[in-house]
């Protein structure tokens, strides 16, 4: 196997918006900790396969469709083969077309830098492939907590002590041929929000990769964001409410997840090897019905100044007999090696009952499953709380410009793409 790795610090040298937070109003105010995007390049002998990670929210077609056919020219990397990854984090620049609108602006500028890095990055981990020897490794952690707790009123993003969570974490390390560590990929299911304000930073998974690469001196450190649409950090007020920061919990946080992946690094891995096979396709998943022109004409006196545009714009659509769209394009894709290992990366913030039933069809094996992948469309719900609503159901697509929220069966239609894709 052959095996290169990079990083590139990409934190804005100037105020821009930050993506994460629609109540924000302002520029950023600086930096608490610097962003990076990473990229590791891994090929068995029929062309590379590159899994870039990034200390962002998540991407679009606007930021990830140039950058793919750059690569595609040069150096010929199909986007089958390219896996744009983002750890989430609530504290880094606004991207996307919608964010522009949605949190006051967007830097052009940066936009331009964010490109060229993420094409750089895959260029130069594909320049300095190696021999490499991988293993895999996994261990638990303990600092995400479910957030969906069910009331007399409704749901409510609260900690739920007794939903579903996975805490495992995946753990894939590259081996350069003096058998010292060169790159530590590894994976958590965990909203990064355990940072607010306007400071710019990558949350824990930021300060976990800090650490591991302390650790290891001349090793990379990337993190890949797990199906964590309903699970976040368990850092509370004294009322039992969530909360942002300070600084130092969530550095803590950090350090537990390192601590976790450092002692298992420890331990004997699991070799990864033989040759490396991807897949994408893109799965239609079907909305509830939209919205009547009654219901939106009430949403026009919402309080939220976003429902209140999105009202406007179904209207709009509406006058203009343009269709609503019946559905939502989820791009999936899958990366296996050898007869063991397998990768499942989903286009959305996926609910934990997804991945957990994904890891359920993949097996015990070597394997990640992540969400927050190349053109993320916003929350994909398990089916099991979709009757009870909620924000990661019903309270978010409006930020979206959808017409509704997914169905229900949106959860079997992923799954079931996942096992044709894995020939399960």
Known sequence: ML?????????????????????????????????FVKAIGLDSGDGPAVIVTSDLLYFDEDVLGPVEESLARDPGIPAERLFFTASHTHCGPA?????????????????????????????????????AKLSYRRTTCEININRRLKTPTGVEMRPNPNGPVDREVDV?????????????????????????????????????????????????????????????????DERGYFKSGPREVVERYGRRLADQVLAAMKERGVPVEGDIRTADRTVSLPLMPPPTRAELARALEDKSPYRRRWAWEMLHAYDRNTPLPTSVPVHVQTLRIGATFSLVAIAGEVCVEIGLRIKELIGDGPRFVLGCTNRVIGYIPSKSIHPEGGYEVDGWYFYEGMPSHLAASAEDLLVGSARQMLGK
């Open 172 to 236: 894939l390390a590259a081996e350069g041929e003096d058998g010292r560590a060169r790159a530590v990929l590894f994976g958590y299911a965990c909203h990064p929000t355990t940072m607010g304000g306007y400071l710019c930073g990558g949350d824990y998974p930021g300060f976990a990769q800090r650490m591991i690469e302390a650790a290891y001196p001349g090793a990379t450190a990337l993190f890949v964001q797990g199906t964590s649409g309903d699970v976040r950090p368990n850092n509370v």
């Open 3 to 35: 095996c290169g790795v990079v990083a590139r610090c990409i934190t804005p040298d100037r105020p821009v918006r930050l993506a994460g937070y629609g109540s924000r109003d302002k520029l950023s105010e600086g930096v608490y900790q610097d962003l």
């Open 95 to 131: 991207l996307r077309k919608r964010d522009a609108r949605m949190y006051g602006g967007r830097d052009a500028a940066y936009m331009a830098e964010l490109r060229e890095a993420l094409a750089a990055v895959v260029r130069q981990a594909v320049a300095s492939r190696q021999p």
